[in-house]
């Protein structure tokens, strides 16, 4: 059901490794939801990408929204590989937080298709340059690039 993923890790002090089920931190969440700001904080130190509370996401410009959206589809839980990543366009306006209407999303991945960073087909889309995919997203360093 689910693959195991493994990680090459070298510690430069004594550490210990923790590994948590899902199910236990789903539940540790819904009895402390104070607790999500923290385990956001450890995901965007991971994942190398700030994760935005959805309030903070609809104040974020269209193109930044999508291209939050797309890198965490395609990358998931680490960087993004030389393998084709294809993502299906119901994926990306699956999540409340984009707010968007779907012409206004497809305004926004057309944008994305000519500045060469995704490649829209039929009902899906491939992710061509993830690194501008991630200036775009992070708004704050995307002003100059984008």
């Not at 819904?30 to 965007?44: G, K, M, N, Q, V």
């Not at 509370?53 to 589809?73: F, G, I, T, Y």
């Not at 366009?89 to 707010?99: G, K, Y």
Request: with cysteine.
């Amino acid at each position: 059901k689910f693959l195991t993923v493994s990680f090459e890790v070298c510690s430069l002090e004594q550490s210990i490794f923790l590994h948590v089920p899902q199910q236990f931190l789903l539940e540790l969440l819904d009895r402390h939801p104070e607790y999500w700001r923290w385990f956001a904080a450890l995901l965007s130190q991971k994942i190398g990408l700030p994760l935005q509370n959805p309030e903070k996401m609809r104040r974020l410009p269209p193109r930044a929204r999508v291209a939050w959206r797309l890198l965490m589809l395609s990358e998931g839980y680490g960087p993004l590989s030389h393998a084709r990543r294809l993502i299906v366009l119901e994926d990306i306006q699956a999540v409340e937080c984009l707010a968007l209407s779907p012409p206004a999303l497809l305004e926004v991945l057309q944008d994305l298709h000519e500045r060469k960073i995704v490649r829209l087909g039929e009902g899906q889309l491939e992710v061509f340059d993830v690194d501008k995919l991630r200036r775009v997203a992070n708004f704050s360093k995307a002003r100059a690039v984008c």
